[in-house]
């Protein structure tokens, strides 16, 4: 499986950006989407999470000001991220999972100015 992920870039605090990630390669049916990230000098964590049936899961961080989405047909993820803050700026990394395998994206950086 392969990931490509799109978006971010250098945003005001209190702005938004969109970040996408289309998965190509040997897809199983059933599987999780998600984002995960990692700022400098700090451990990756877990951003939100999708499942092919539309299940959710979101730190608790970004609950209210993050949405993730998917469009199955397209096997993309995206993730809508409102209101964001300087400690959201990141490297962000799409992740995909299923029964078999796990696969991780590229990173892509979000950087939010105050």
């Known amino acids: 499986v392969q990931l490509q992920a799109s978006g971010g870039g250098l945003v005001q605090a209190g702005g938004s950006a969109r970040l996408s990630c289309a998965a190509s390669?040997?897809?199983?049916?059933?599987?999780?989407m998600g984002w995960y990230r990692q700022a400098p000098g700090k451990q990756r964590e877990m951003v939100a999470k999708?499942?092919?049936?539309?299940?959710?899961n979101y730190a608790d961080s970004v609950k209210g000001r993050f949405t993730i989405s998917r469009d199955n047909a397209k096997n993309t993820v995206y993730l809508q991220m409102n209101s964001l803050k300087p400690e959201d700026t990141a490297v962000y990394y799409c992740?995909?999972?299923?029964?078999?395998?796990?696969?991780w994206g590229q990173g892509t950086q979000v950087t939010v100015s105050s």
């Open positions: 992740w995909y999972g299923s029964t078999f395998d796990d696969h």
């Open positions: 999708i499942t092919t049936g539309g299940r959710t």
């Open positions: 390669g040997s897809i199983f049916s059933l599987n999780t």
